[in-house]
């Protein structure tokens, strides 16, 4: 199924599930979730009570599409609204979610959207990503970003109880870190307009509970990475820029090896240390800030990393030992405004909402990464 294979504005109906069949997820957080509004049937599928319906801005991109299928499996209907200027409508599919094509920032169609689908929340992934990018095109991250957030955020707001909304925001927004790990209340000085557009959006957000009640949680990813656990979906990025599927494009011969940029930070090994965090506990907690707000929890921002600070040398040799392959890899010079050590403090997302990474290990990631790699479409 390619690209421009749908109209814009048209829904597509593909079919739903019978019956949530697989597993999404045992133990920390899951139960609390839905707390009074699922149970976990005999394989420990989570399975809801009552059917919500969810709107998801960006699901046909690399975290947004788990985050349909997890919902979808969990029993909710759900509806992806995708531009699919960097998403695939046949990650939409494997869901069973339907997909409208078209743009956050188009007014007329995201106000018929709302009325037709009367969401009981809001998810928003919808974003271009690149930081690096973003500083050759500032005015496309500005527009895309923030601007068109804001049409979306009119249009929610325009109704009377505007649903509750989940964004992803970034760890890009801390710019570079005075303290590491770094707390939510770290200044925020983004040095690239990739992040200033998702603290723009931030602001906007608070703004708009104050004017209009929004209920709201900024989730900042630090580095999201894995796959879903079956292999069904993972990483699709044009370009890849990402530390963890380049290591592996490279391990399957589609690149002839791998860069490292800069071996004398103050690290242990001389390699940036990054935060990497498991695409599904990603999406576990969108769950949980979803039922903090439906509890009416307090609206706010909350870091979600892995927990621990991990460096590229460390990651690389991961690689080599989960894919039992050796990785040709090259040492060049460090790239401006790569921080040494970027590491999140995930201690307000526990405490508030509960939240614990459960597959952020670095050999979990890597593992589930490779098998989706051996298989994915394209
Ligand atoms: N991947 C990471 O490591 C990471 C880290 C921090 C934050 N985030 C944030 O998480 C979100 C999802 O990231 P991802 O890795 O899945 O990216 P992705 O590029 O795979 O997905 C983004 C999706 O948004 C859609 N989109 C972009 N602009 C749109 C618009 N104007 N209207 C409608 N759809 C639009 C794209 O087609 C794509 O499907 C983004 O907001 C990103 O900024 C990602």
Same mark, same amino acid.
């Given at each position: 199924?390619?690209?421009?294979?749908?109209?814009?504005?048209?829904?597509?109906?593909?079919?739903?599930?019978?019956?949530?069949?697989?597993?999404?997820?045992?133990?920390?957080?899951?139960?609390?979730?839905?707390?009074?509004?699922?149970?976990?049937?005999?394989?420990?599928?989570?399975?809801?009570?009552?059917?919500?319906?969810?709107?998801?801005?960006?699901?046909?991109?690399?975290?947004?599409?788990?985050?349909?299928?997890?919902?979808?499996?969990?029993?909710?209907?759900?509806?992806?609204?995708?531009?699919?200027?960097?998403?695939?409508?046949?990650?939409?599919?494997?869901?069973?979610?339907?997909?409208?094509?078209?743009?956050?920032?188009?007014?007329?169609?995201?106000?018929?959207l709302l009325d037709e689908v009367r969401p009981?929340?809001?998810?928003?992934?919808?974003?271009?990503?690149?930081?690096?990018?973003?500083?050759? @095109?500032? $005015?496309?991250? +500005?527009?895309?970003?923030?601007?068109? /957030?804001?049409?979306?955020?009119? =249009?929610?707001?325009?109704? #009377?109880?505007?649903?509750?909304?989940?964004?992803?925001?970034?760890?890009?927004?801390?710019?570079?870190?005075?303290?590491?790990?770094?707390?939510?209340?770290?200044?925020?000085?983004?040095?690239?307009?990739?992040?200033?557009?998702?603290?723009?959006?931030?602001?906007?957000?608070?703004?708009?509970?104050?004017?209009?009640?929004?209920?709201?949680?900024?989730?900042?990813?630090?580095?999201?990475?894995g796959a879903d656990p079956e292999a069904r979906?993972?990483?699709?990025? @044009?370009? $890849?820029?990402? +530390?963890?599927?380049?290591?592996?494009? /490279?391990?399957?011969?589609?690149? =002839?090896?791998?860069?490292? #940029?800069?071996?004398?930070?103050?690290?242990?090994?001389?390699?940036?240390?990054?935060?990497?965090?498991?695409?599904?506990?990603?999406?576990?907690?969108?769950?949980?800030?979803?039922?903090?707000?439906?509890?009416?929890?307090?609206?706010?921002?909350?870091?979600?990393?892995?927990?621990e600070g991990r460096s590229v040398l460390e990651?690389?040799?991961?690689?080599?030992?989960?894919?039992?392959?050796?990785?040709?890899?090259?040492?060049?010079?460090?790239?401006?405004?790569?921080?040494?050590?970027?590491?999140?403090?995930?201690?307000?997302?526990?405490?508030?909402?509960?939240?614990?990474?459960?597959?952020?290990?670095?050999?979990?990631?890597?593992?589930?990464?490779?098998?989706?790699?051996?298989?994915?479409?394209?």
């Amino acid at each position: 199924m390619g690209k421009g294979f749908f109209r814009r504005g048209e829904i597509v109906w593909h079919t739903v599930p019978a019956a949530p069949s697989r597993q999404v997820g045992r133990g920390t957080g899951l139960r609390a979730v839905l707390k009074g509004n699922a149970e976990e049937n005999k394989t420990g599928a989570i399975v809801a009570h009552t059917k919500q319906r969810i709107l998801i801005a960006g699901g046909a991109g690399y975290i947004g599409s788990q985050m349909a299928l997890m919902l979808a499996e969990a029993g909710h209907d759900v509806v992806v609204l995708d531009n699919l200027v960097s998403g695939h409508a046949d990650a939409v599919a494997v869901s069973g979610a339907r997909l409208v094509t078209g743009d956050i920032g188009d007014a007329a169609l995201v106000g018929w959207l709302l009325d037709e689908v009367r969401p009981d929340a809001v998810l928003h992934f919808a974003a271009l990503i690149e930081a690096g990018q973003s500083v050759q @095109e500032s $005015e496309r991250y +500005l527009e895309n970003n923030h601007r068109r /957030t804001l049409v979306f955020l009119d =249009a929610l707001t325009a109704r #009377n109880v505007p649903p509750p909304l989940v964004f992803s925001s970034t760890a890009a927004i801390y710019g570079e870190p005075q303290t590491v790990p770094i707390p939510e209340d770290h200044p925020a000085k983004p040095i690239n307009p990739y992040g200033q557009s998702k603290l723009l959006v931030e602001q906007a957000l608070a703004t708009r509970a104050e004017s209009h009640g929004l209920r709201w949680a900024a989730l900042r990813y630090f580095n999201a990475a894995g796959a879903d656990p079956e292999a069904r979906l993972g990483e699709r990025h @044009e370009p $890849e820029t990402h +530390l963890i599927p380049l290591a592996l494009h /490279t391990i399957l011969g589609k690149r =002839a090896e791998m860069l490292v #940029n800069g071996k004398d930070y103050d690290t242990p090994d001389g390699t940036c240390i990054r935060d990497y965090v498991h695409v599904t506990d990603l999406c576990r907690a969108h769950l949980l800030a979803l039922e903090h707000l439906r509890e009416g929890g307090e609206s706010g921002a909350f870091n979600l990393g892995g927990g621990e600070g991990r460096s590229v040398l460390e990651v690389l040799r991961t690689v080599e030992r989960v894919t039992d392959k050796a990785l040709p890899v090259r040492h060049g010079p460090r790239r401006p405004g790569d921080p040494a050590r970027l590491v999140a403090d995930i201690g307000k997302a526990k405490r508030v909402l509960g939240w614990e990474p459960a597959l952020s290990d670095l050999d979990t990631i890597v593992e589930h990464a490779w098998a989706w790699e051996k298989k994915r479409p394209g």
